[in-house]
């Protein structure tokens, strides 16, 4: 079965540090997607990037930049500059297919805490 | 605003009750999903349907239930509630489905029930 593993569980940074949440799975699955999703305070979910297993260039969104290395199975973001709104809980997810269907399978979560 | 709309935000009840936990999909998607988010599981699958069939099932307890309607807003229907039920609970919603994750999921912003 599909895994993924945030070992970082809490993470405090000051304002305007750069801060690099790590994201490991596990798959069998020749063709597959990765997610990033932030979780604020106030509770909802929020999409951030997919990227599917062919691609592996990185990709940068303003301060937000993702690395995908199919070879150490990893696909970390990277915050540049963090400032306090980024303080929210991220989770990192993989899709599992299911036979007629899918479901995402998500990792534990990484608290950021963002001071200023 | 991802377009996914829960009805209701917060629901608390007893245990031994039955509730419904409303969902609407963004505009144009067919594909509905529930998630259970809770301390000490983590952001679990419970169920999927497309265009009203289920397509897909995970660690859904058989005091629950989902449908989704004509219209294609969706329902979750919980009964015989417990302690342990109490979780935010997330729909969300994508504009197909496949064995894979190519289209991305769009969550609501939870209804979190409390059971006391």
């Known amino acids: 079965a599909q895994k993924v593993t945030q070992a970082q569980t809490e993470i405090s940074v000051v304002e305007k540090e750069d801060v690099t949440l790590d994201c490991v799975y596990e798959t069998r699955d020749t063709t597959y997607y990765l997610f990033w999703y932030k979780q604020p305070p106030s509770g909802e979910l929020v999409f951030l990037i997919r990227r599917n297993s062919f691609d592996e260039q990185n990709e940068i969104s303003g301060r937000y930049s993702w690395n995908f290395q199919k070879s150490t199975s990893s696909f970390n973001f990277t915050i540049t500059a963090s400032q306090v709104v980024d303080s929210a809980v991220y989770f990192c997810?993989?899709?599992?297919?299911?036979?007629?269907?899918?479901?995402?399978?998500f990792g534990a979560g990484t608290i950021l805490r963002v001071k200023s | 605003d991802s377009g996914v709309t829960q009805t209701p935000k917060h629901l608390i009840t007893a245990t031994g009750q039955r509730v419904t936990l409303r969902c609407s999909p963004r505009s144009g998607d067919l594909s509905v999903y529930w998630y259970q988010q809770s301390l000490d599981q983590g952001l679990q699958f419970l169920i999927q349907?497309?265009?009203?069939?289920?397509?897909a099932k995970g660690n859904i307890l058989e005091r629950f239930s989902a449908q989704q309607f004509p219209d294609l807003h969706s329902e979750l229907n919980l009964s015989s509630l417990e302690l342990g039920d109490s979780a935010l609970y997330f729909c969300a919603s994508s504009a197909g489905t496949s064995s894979g994750g190519l289209y991305t999921q769009y969550f609501g912003p939870g209804t979190r029930l409390t059971v006391l």
């Open positions: 997810a993989l899709s599992e297919a299911m036979e007629y269907g899918n479901k995402l399978v």
């Open positions: 349907y497309y265009n009203g069939e289920e397509r």
